[in-house]
Antibody, heavy 124, light 107 residues
């Protein structure tokens, strides 16, 4: 079974840092671009960041303007893991963070598998 | 940035009836448009990609159409499990952007 499992969400103070992790199973993780998408409870979906597979053409990483310079996406293909280092956190970063993957290696960015999400709360 | 606008925000439909959801892009996204379904407490589920191709396991009552900047998701003969929030997303350009969602509720 193809699966993505997020972890690392927590309550953190404004200005703090947090590292989210996502472990993949059931597919060849190294072949797929993977992404983080967040959702404020009761609100819509917002793409956060994406990282291509190592063999893909194009920019290796992408960030939403709202997180650029504060968040860093990375992957460890030997561990089938995706990470999101979140620094200088703000109240507006409070959300459920989903890990997700593209449907086809090297393909377009529509997302066929999603994790259950991990909750980040930024509050004093 | 390509802004995606969905309408209506809420659609009240009786079971067995059809529902038509709209998604408009602020610029052409060609056919690079996808739809997701999300139920309370769950992650989104891929329904349609490339405007009109159903994802694996998606029933034929879900259909997508459109091109350029105007797209439609039609759900024929709504079943109880179809009442949910539906999001469109464009993947023609960065940043990836989602519409605000349409909630399909029981009338």
């Amino acid at each position: 079974e193809v699966q993505l499992v997020e972890s690392g969400g927590d309550l953190v103070q404004p200005g703090g840092s947090l590292r989210l992790s996502c472990v993949a199973s059931g597919f060849t993780f190294s072949s797929y671009a993977v992404l983080w998408v967040r959702q404020v409870p009761g609100k819509g979906l917002e793409w956060v960041s994406a990282i291509r597979a190592s063999g893909d053409s194009g920019d290796p990483t992408y960030y939403a303007d709202s997180v650029k310079g504060r968040f860093t996406i990375s992957r460890d293909d030997s561990k089938n893991a995706l990470y999101l280092q979140m620094n200088s956190l703000r109240a507006g970063d409070t959300a459920v963070y989903y890990c997700t993957k593209i449907a086809n290696p090297g393909g377009y960015f529509y997302l066929d598998v999603w994790g259950k999400g991990t909750t980040v709360t930024v509050s004093s | 940035e390509t802004v995606m606008t969905q309408s209506p925000a809420t659609l009240s439909v009786s079971p067995g009836e059809s529902a038509t959801l709209s998604c408009r892009a602020s610029q052409s996204v060609r056919s690079l448009l996808t739809w997701y379904q999300q139920k309370p407490g769950q992650a989104p589920r891929l329904l349609i990609y490339d405007t009109s191709t159903r994802a694996t396991g998606i029933p034929a009552r879900f259909s997508g159409s459109g091109s350029g900047a105007e797209f439609t998701l039609t759900i024929s003969s709504l079943q109880s499990e179809d009442f949910a929030v539906y999001y469109c997303q464009q993947y023609a350009s960065w940043p990836l952007t989602f519409g605000g969602g349409t909630k399909v509720e029981i009338k």
